[in-house]
Each structure stands twice: as C-alpha cells, then as structure tokens.
C-alpha cells in the first residue's frame, strides 16, 4: 500500500470511521472520501486473498502498490489464466 493509503487509513481510524469527518479534512465531497475507502478496501481484499496463484499474487500485489492499474491487472490475469488452460 501507498503512503497516501497509509496515511487515509490514519486519519479514517482516528475520526472514529467517520466519512464525513474525513471529508471535511481533506475537503472534498463525501462520495469522494466514500470511494477512496472502497479502493483502499480493494486493495486489503487483494493482499488477504490466500488462495492465489504466485503469478496472480506478484500482479495484483502491482496494483496495491500502485504501479499498475487494477484493470491492467485483469487483463493480465485473464490473459494467464487463458493460457493455462491451453
């Protein structure tokens, strides 16, 4: 995870968890705050998944660093996984 992440998830714990809280310290929209915390929720569920392939893991663990876009990621995997099952 990203710095800025880190930093997100600091300032969402020590409001108490609250959206408009964050909203208002980092002056955007609550919506806003709302999807920044569905994208840092994405990237945990990336990192707990156990179950993965080393490749897949290697690929997504891209995107939570954010050198890749997650969409990126997908496509790779489905490429992959194509060539799998050939």
Same mark, same amino acid.
Not at 27 to 50: F, Q
């Given at each position: 995870?990203? $710095?800025? $992440?880190? %930093?997100?998830?600091?300032?969402?714990?020590?409001?108490? *968890?609250?959206?408009?809280?964050?909203?208002?310290?980092? /002056?955007?929209?609550?919506?806003?705050?709302?999807?920044?915390?569905?994208?840092?929720?994405?990237? %945990? #569920?990336?990192? #707990?998944?156990?179950? /993965?392939?080393?490749? %897949?893991? #290697?690929?997504?663990?891209?995107?939570?660093? $954010? @050198?890749?876009?997650?969409?990126?990621?997908?496509? %790779?995997? #489905?490429?992959?996984? *194509? @060539?799998? $099952?050939?």
């Amino acid at each position: 995870m990203t $710095d800025e $992440d880190m %930093i997100f998830i600091k300032r969402f714990v020590l409001s108490s *968890g609250s959206l408009k809280q964050v909203a208002k310290e980092y /002056s955007v929209s609550y919506p806003t705050v709302r999807n920044r915390l569905n994208e840092v929720i994405n990237k %945990i #569920d990336i990192i #707990d998944e156990k179950d /993965s392939e080393p490749f %897949i893991m #290697d690929v997504m663990r891209l995107v939570t660093d $954010d @050198e890749i876009s997650y969409n990126s990621a997908k496509k %790779i995997i #489905d490429f992959y996984e *194509g @060539e799998q $099952d050939d």
